[in-house]
Nanobody, 120 residues
Framework: QVQLVESGGGLVQAGGSLRLSCAAS????????MGWYRQAPGKQRELVAR????????NYQDSVKGRFTISRDNAKNTVYLQMDSLKPEDTAVYYC?????????????WGQGTQVTVSS
């Protein structure tokens, strides 16, 4: 079991920045990949950014490339999402997800979500 706790959401004006944090209850060395997803009202949950452990790689949704950066601090078991140049369309609940593989079985764990609201 992996427990995830997100923080850092809030209200910001367009063009502003926020940094989201996702703290894991276990060493993130044991987690194959971590990602940030978001869900706006009336829409499906979508991938925003994802970072894998081995090999280390990142990928982003096209709409956030160049504005958002995903990173990890292994010592703190925490993954971050730095969000710059925020737009009103970035408004959503942001969720952290951890993906583990143990003896060939893949499991996904989700955090509770944190609200990000960007005003125009």
């Amino acid at each position: 079991q992996v427990q995830l706790v997100e923080s850092g959401g809030g209200l910001v004006q367009a063009g502003g920045s926020l940094r989201l944090s996702c703290a894991a209850s276990t060493s993130i060395f044991s987690i194959n990949a971590m990602g940030w997803y978001r869900q706006a009202p009336g829409k499906q949950r979508e991938l925003v950014a994802r970072i894998t452990s081995f090999p280390r790689s990142t990928n982003y949704q096209d709409s956030v490339k160049g504005r958002f950066t995903i990173s990890r601090d292994n010592a703190k078991n925490t993954v971050y999402l730095q969000m710059d140049s925020l737009k009103p369309e970035d408004t959503a609940v942001y969720y952290c997800k951890a993906e583990t593989v143990l003896f060939g079985t893949t499991s996904d764990y989700w955090g509770q979500g944190t609200q990000v609201t960007v005003s125009s």
